[in-house]
């Protein structure tokens, strides 16, 4: 995952211009946290420093990450043919793509770096707005970390059990130490955390590179047999089947809106948005497509469906001695993605309850280390909640579903704002019925699988939205708060040495 400093989740770009962003290779990421190039009173106009390389980047860099490496033996046991596997991974790479067209509409439209924050705000008002910080924070970001370190532990594992199934237990606890470990990155520096990220993003291109010289090599070879069953005859799939598919190959594009959090920090927006996506995302979509033939080039279609790690497997036939490669390439890759998930949910949270939508405590910082420990803490505490009772699969359902309502509301936001506000400037104008496509699948995604075959994951999902307006109103619209909370607040600043930042810049 590429590294979005999101410093403005809660239309704050007008005050105190702290509004941020962080960008794979070229940003400051000390920028706001230590005060380097901000007094408070002083908007910060920051650098446009994206171009359309770096924009590129961002965009293939978060979208790359566990998936490519986790969800390929999924999606063949969720359809149970080849053909419609490759179909739907070709049909998440589209529909992404649509999506992120619209958004590059919304984005040029309004510049401020919320997303789909910002997009709510101006098309629906303030609870929608709260609404999404509040599910982002407390769901969207979490289940992101807590799949990415699942698939980490998965891969870490793996080449110490052979090719058998790893114990569950230990697959969960190194998945929680690979989450300790990455608090501690991130609340040991910010500096330190984006080294990790530029880094380690390097180390899932060289993975698929491998994967996909080594499947070119065995096709030439003429190892092609497993390619010619795509077998959509014996196919298992149902529409809520198809539908949760769906949910584990976007996953693996997921990260496609990416860009629109740091639209402040693009030159040239309205041209650079938009091209940045119509290159990155069909990038992504054409890895995709050589990854998952190069696994059949190697292994047939009951083997992928059964492999615990579809990328080890792929090495121990073809690598010989150089096998170990491929797990440590994974785990680097999402080692880093994960990295670049709680960094951005650290900021995310900061924002969030800086404008009254968390608790304060959320919001501080850590008085010598700069970083926003609490934030980071409480992610990373839900997080490991969530990978000791869920699974992968669970977890991407429970994701999928949550996040997918509000890509939905975000066209639905487009198209009430071709009607609330005619004129105001679109730099960039997306053909309308893109909108209404995406509306109309993300619908679909979301109604499907709860009438196919409900599952508790989705009422987790609707209660933790529902359970966003119950604390709306007392607490952040009539201003509210519990009477201990004050004395909890200082024992933990204390406790984690951590300050409300206007203490830091004043
Ligand atoms: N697509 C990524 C993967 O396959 C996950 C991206 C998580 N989303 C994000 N915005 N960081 O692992």
């Known amino acids: 995952g590429g590294l979005v400093w999101r410093g403005c989740s809660a239309g704050c770009d007008a005050e105190d211009g702290t509004t941020g962003a962080l960008t794979d290779g070229n940003a400051n990421p000390g920028d706001k946290l230590e005060g380097s190039d901000a007094a408070p009173d002083d908007p910060v106009h920051l650098k446009r420093r994206v171009g359309l390389f770096s924009g590129v980047a961002l965009i293939v860099g978060t979208m790359i990450g566990s998936g490519i490496f986790v969800s390929p033996s999924g999606l063949l046991e969720r359809t149970g043919s080849v053909g419609i596997s490759f179909i739907i991974w070709m049909a998440c790479g589209l529909l992404s793509l649509l999506g992120a067209l619209a958004y590059a509409e919304l984005g040029t439209m309004n510049t401020s770096s919320g997303a789909e924050y910002a997009y709510f705000m101006d098309a629906f008002g303030g609870p929608p707005a709260f609404l999404f910080s509040w599910v982002s924070t407390l769901v969207l970001k979490p289940s992101q970390m807590a799949i990415i370190c699942l698939s980490f532990a998965k891969y870490a594992v793996e080449p110490f059990v052979s090719e058998c199934e790893p114990p569950n237990a230990l697959v969960k606890l190194v998945a929680v130490i690979a989450i300790v470990m990455i608090l501690a990155v991130n609340c040991y520096s910010v500096n330190l955390a984006t080294n990790v990220q530029n880094i380690f993003t390097a180390a899932k291109l060289v993975a698929i590179a491998i994967i996909v010289c080594g499947g070119a090599y065995k096709l030439i070879q003429g190892n092609t047999r497993h390619l010619q069953e795509p077998n959509f005859a014996s196919s298992t799939a149902t529409l809520g089947n198809i539908a ?46 050589l990854v998952n033939v190069s696994y059949l080039a190697v292994m047939s279609v009951s083997e992928m469906a059964d492999s615990e790690a579809v990328a080890v497997t792929f090495g121990n036939r073809l690598l010989g001695p150089m096998a170990w490669l491929m797990p440590l390439a994974v785990t680097i890759s999402t080692f880093g993605s994960a990295n670049g998930t ?13 404008e009254g939508h968390l608790l304060d405590i959320l919001s501080y910082v850590h008085v010598r280390r700069f970083t926003p420990a609490p934030g980071l803490i409480f992610h990373s505490l839900i997080a490991v909640a969530m990978v000791l009772y869920g699974t992968i699969d669970s977890l991407i359902d429970f994701f999928s579903f949550t996040a997918w309502i509000f890509y939905g509301g975000a066209m639905l936001a487009l198209i009430v704002m071709r009607k609330t506000k005619p004129h105001a400037p679109r730099p960039y104008k997306v053909p309308i019925i893109i909108p209404y496509i995406v509306l109309i699948v993300s619908t679909y995604l979301v109604v499907a699988p709860i009438i196919d075959k409900p599952q508790w994951e989705y009422l987790y999902a609707a209660a933790f939205i529902f359970g966003g307006g119950l604390v709306y109103l007392p607490f952040v619209k009539w201003g509210y708060s519990l009477p201990f909370m004050d004395k909890i607040t200082v024992f933990l600043q204390m406790v984690l040495e951590v300050v409300p930042t206007s203490t830091t810049f004043e």
Not at 269 to 275: D, I
């Open 244 to 289: 949760t598919a769906f949910y584990t190959g976007l996953w693996a594009y997921d990260g496609w809106n990416n860009l629109n959090y740091v639209t402040e920090e693009i030159k040239n927006p309205s041209k650079n948005l938009p091209l940045s996506i119509i290159i990155g995302i069909p990038l992504v979509t054409l890895c995709y497509a």
């Open 342 to 354: 709680l960094f951005v949910a650290g900021r995310l949270c900061f924002a969030a309850s800086r």
